[in-house]
Nanobody, 115 residues
Framework: QVQLVESGGGLVQPGGSLRLSCATS????????MGWYRQAPGKQRELVASITTTASVSYAASVKGRFAISRDNAKNTVYLQMNSLKPEDTAVYYCNSDPVRHLSWGQGTQVTVSS
């Protein structure tokens, strides 16, 4: 079973940056479009960034121009570079395929933006 392991979260001040990583236990993700999702307290999980198998990217309006998704198929890893962070970016961040199919959700990584 493929495992998704997110890392790189933490506490950062507004305007700061973080780089999230999503590592997988196998090479299967090279065959999937992958996305970064986030879930804030009391809110539904939302897709914030997506990258296809050919590296075409798309972003939610709320993060466009601030976040950048990338992938390294050789390392079976997907990244999310987050710049100019805002308090409203505070959430647990997850990766999964886009659309979500049969890959199990990982534990996520907490991002907290606060002064």
């Amino acid at each position: 079973q493929v495992q998704l392991v997110e890392s790189g979260g933490g506490l950062v001040q507004p305007g700061g940056s973080l780089r999230l990583s999503c590592a997988t236990s196998g090479s299967i993700i090279r065959f999937y479009a992958m996305g970064w999702y986030r879930q804030a307290p009391g809110k539904q999980r939302e897709l914030v960034a997506s990258i296809t198998t050919t590296a075409s990217v798309s972003y939610a309006a709320s993060v466009k121009g601030r976040f950048a998704i990338s992938r390294d198929n050789a390392k079976n890893t997907v990244y999310l570079q987050m710049n100019s962070l805002k308090p409203e970016d505070t959430a647990v961040y997850y990766c999964n395929s886009d659309p979500v199919r049969h890959l199990s959700w990982g534990q996520g990584t907490q991002v907290t933006v606060s002064s």
